[in-house]
T-cell receptor
Framework: QKEVEQNSGPLSVPEGAIASLNCTYSDRGSQSFFWYRQYSGKSPELIMFIYSNGDKEDGRFTAQLNKASQYVSLLIRDSQPSDSATYLCAVNTGGFKTIFGAGTRLFVKA | DTAVSQTPKYLVTQMGNDKSIKCEQNLGHDTMYWYKQDSKKFLKIMFSYNNKELIINETVPNRFSPKSPDKAHLNLHINSLELGDSAVYFC???????????FGSGTRLTVV
């Protein structure tokens, strides 16, 4: 069983819509959760982190965490073509190990 | 600029050769990592170092040998390169063990 699972997509949304990206993880002891954005040919860039159950908002991005369901999501409001990228969910499973999902490709159509 | 920098950016080499990738961070982080991203874009942790000490070795073949001369540097040496080693290798660092890593720009290794 994969430790961090994401739908590979692609997820296609029109400009201005809300993009919803989902992630599940297997290790119940995980404490820290991250969303990275990776443009083609570039390195992953941390855009959101969340440690507690509930929602965390930062500009157009909202991260949601439900530890009971082992579920993390990222909402992108007012999606822009520049948001088109691969979004990687990452989980710190304790200690010095942060593992990544395979990523969801997002396309925002102008 | 504060960053994680790694060299070289591109590396093309023949099977059987030995090569090294260098990484330096000036963020003052204690923890450094090597990740491998394959052709399907899956990012897999290889090694974690904390204050120059190896903490995690994710069942990587022993042809891969990391070295950390100090907590700002983490190099990766690869012996007897194989076709399957072709990938993008990312160095990363984090301030604490549970913080999201900051990534370098990557080294695209192509073994021919």
């Amino acid at each position: 069983q994969k430790e961090v699972e994401q739908n590979s997509g692609p997820l296609s949304v029109p400009e201005g819509a809300i993009a919803s990206l989902n992630c599940t993880y297997s290790d119940r002891g995980s404490q820290s959760f991250f969303w990275y954005r990776q443009y083609s040919g570039k390195s992953p860039e941390l855009i959101m982190f969340i440690y507690s159950n509930g929602d965390k908002e930062d500009g157009r991005f909202t991260a949601q965490l439900n530890k009971a369901s082992q579920y993390v999501s990222l909402l992108i409001r007012d999606s822009q073509p520049s948001d088109s990228a691969t979004y990687l969910c990452a989980v710190n499973t304790g200690g010095f190990k942060t593992i990544f999902g395979a990523g969801t490709r997002l396309f925002v159509k102008a | 600029d504060t960053a994680v920098s790694q060299t070289p950016k591109y590396l093309v080499t023949q099977m059987g050769n030995d090569k090294s990738i260098k990484c330096e961070q000036n963020l003052g982080h204690d923890t450094m990592y090597w990740y491998k991203q394959d052709s399907k874009k899956f990012l897999k942790i290889m090694f974690s170092y904390n204050n120059k000490e190896l903490i995690i070795n994710e069942t990587v073949p022993n042809r891969f040998s990391p070295k950390s001369p100090d907590k700002a540097h983490l190099n990766l040496h690869i012996n007897s390169l194989e076709l399957g080693d072709s990938a993008v290798y990312f160095c990363a660092s984090s301030q604490q063990m549970n913080r999201g890593p900051t990534f370098g720009s990557g080294t695209r290794l192509t073994v021919v």
